[in-house]
């Protein structure tokens, strides 16, 4: 039982997932985007490609300074205080707390770990601005083929979140127990979560149904992208159900020792299925950059 686990164990797999958290997270997947970033300014100039220049995005395809260099460096910094955390820990004897809440530290750092995707969140908003204020003068055509939730995502996929929410929702229910009242808390825990589902299905309605954000892309890529996108937040979903039946029973069975390893593999995991996924199902080299030329068609 997890009560009987030696407390070399539970540190051992605290410091792997930990560590592999922030190698993950600030290490490769900054990595393989920025071997992406450079692919693209290295093969489609804005000389020839300045459609794909609309905006602010340039600083992000700048080999000097711009928002490139910003999104490198503060990943090397993050990547270098989470090394430095762990050192500090395994020195100063750090354990987590046998009644939880150590998992905190865990979720500071991956905020942390977020900030720089902000950068490129900004430079795509600011591209994705220019794009659409270029394209008043662009040649349009249409692609009227109807779309459905299905054509992005298998079944099975989205009836296995369905039941990774219910399960939890039956899992919570007994946890407190059928007969027992429910106070303020346990309707905001089940409301916020019922929320962000919601939230999820209402996105994935807006990605699937709404014309695309970059008006030049072309019909294939805009595919690519809403599957990726649509099985990301279904994943997400499913991940995040599966966590939360984990850390319930944590608190019900008393392992909430292990909550900071199960809290940083569902970070790690969400990451996996969400960011990483996403750049795996568009791969850069398999993009049509045509359309960002002078007087290229736009769908």
Sequence with gaps: MIENMPTGVILALFYITFAVQILFASVYLPAKTLRR??????????????????????????????????????????????LALLVAMYVSGFQPHPMGGSEIYVVAYFILQSLPIIILGVCEYQQL??????????????????????????PVWVVLAVVAFLGWVAFFAYDLGFDAPWRANHYFSLATITAV????????????????HDPYKAAKDHQKQVAATVQSLVFSSTIMSVFLIMTTAADRFGFEILDP?????????????????MLNMQPVDDLDFEVYKNGAAAE
């Design 129 to 154: 601005k220019g794009m659409r204020a270029a394209f008043s003068n662009a040649k349009r055509s249409a692609n009227l083929a109807p779309r459905r939730l299905f054509d992005f995502v298998a």
């Design 261 to 277: 390893v199960m809290t940083s593999i569902f970070l790690q995991a969400c990451l996996l299925f969400g960011y990483n996924m």
């Design 37 to 82: 970033i450079d692919y693209v300014r290295e093969h489609f100039p804005k000389e020839d490609y300045p459609n794909l220049y609309a905006g602010g995005s340039g600083s992000l395809f700048t080999k000097v300074g711009g928002a490139r260099a910003l999104y490198r460096r503060s990943n090397y910094i993050i990547a270098i205080i989470g």
């Design 197 to 212: 589902n919601v939230g999820y299905a209402i996105y994935i309605a807006k990605v699937a149904l709404v014309k695309k």
